[in-house]
């Protein structure tokens, strides 16, 4: 929804809350693999360090590698920028030379 529009992540630190309650009370243990993804992919989306340690986290206990794959991948830009730079234009950033070259480098777009 919104995407190519800041709005699109307006609703992050709601979505971490909400997943973050519900993952307290096990409600991914409840559902298939397959639909815990759902409760792991705002802290996955998080340009946070410690969300995404915890997204690794989670989808490593899934046990699934190609969800792990992802999730691994979104932790390695946040730890090499602190941020996601595909995000940069639409929410008004200045992207780095080094966010550039990643990006003109074929650096995930998301």
């Known amino acids: 929804m919104f995407r190519n529009d800041a ?3 307006a609703a992050d630190p709601l979505a971490r809350a909400i997943a973050d309650r519900a993952l307290a009370r096990g409600f991914d243990q409840q559902v298939d693999a397959g ?3 759902f409760f792991y992919l705002p802290f996955e989306h998080s340009e946070d360090a410690a969300d995404q340690a915890r997204s690794v986290a989670l989808h490593r206990a899934l046990g699934d ?3 792990l794959k992802w999730a691994q991948l ?3 830009i946040i ?3 602190g941020r996601f730079p595909h995000r940069n234009a639409v929410l008004g950033r200045e992207t780095t030379p080094d966010e550039q070259a990643f990006l003109d ?3 995930f777009k998301g």
């Open 7 to 9: 709005r699109a992540y």
């Open 35 to 37: 639909e815990r993804l």
């Open 65 to 67: 590698a190609d969800s």
């Open 74 to 76: 979104h932790a390695d």
């Open 79 to 81: 730890a090499r920028f």
């Open 105 to 107: 480098g074929g650096g």
